[in-house]
């Protein structure tokens, strides 16, 4: 089986491009407005930031065979029931003759409060992930084969993000990963962790810095959490699943 991955990492930097566009687009729009909101909101109440990525999905969708899914993108269409919460809003859906085919959700976390949002990131996914399986299990979803889970983040590559972080665990040491660990490191582990501990079929951090407006850069931390993977994974699948 050949896969066709879309031209993948053109696709990226246009994404990345129009992430940090569309961002300084909606903070400018605010002070213009005089609505300015506090910190870094202002240019993430817009929406629409990752739209890029999205777009990047759809291709794979289409390149590998499965040209009759549906490719769900925004509004309540992207809603699926759960088992510990009635229902979760996806940020991207992949449906095809009744079958949940994939479910994707698209992050992004900007400087400077990195600590908290890191937190709040990781408990979000895991929780998410438990959520849709134990969901699955339970027959929520009809009866069918596992669909593919995936999880992206674009996290803004910058000093505080790389710099390295001391824990405090008084009663008990860190896992050795996590000993001395920037949050991009951390997120590279967590990545890792969560694809190994099967919550997600892939799972994928890009860096990438507020200079490249122009240009589309990014980085990725390692070939397991990268985006080349990711994209191999989800193509993989959608083949399959349109050989059904």
Known sequence: MTLDLADYERKAATAVRKFWKNREVARQRQIDSGRTDQGERAGVTAGKNMDGFLDLVSSLVRKNGMKDAKVLKHGRVLTLPGYFRPTKIWDLLILRKDRLVAAIELKSQVGPSFGNNFNNRTEEAIGTAVDLWTAYREGAFGEQSQP??????????????????????????????????????????????????RLYSAACVLMSPRSATRTGKYVEMSETTGLRTFVTELAGHIAAEAER
Request: glycine share 2%; charged share 20%; with cysteine.
């Open 148 to 197: 593919f889970l995936g999880w992206l983040i674009l996290l803004e590559d910058a000093p505080a993000s790389r710099k390295p972080v001391k824990n405090l665990s008084p009663h008990f040491p860190l896992f050795p990963d996590f000993q001395n660990a920037s949050y991009a490191d951390r997120y590279n582990v967590f990545c890792k962790k969560m694809v190994q501990e």
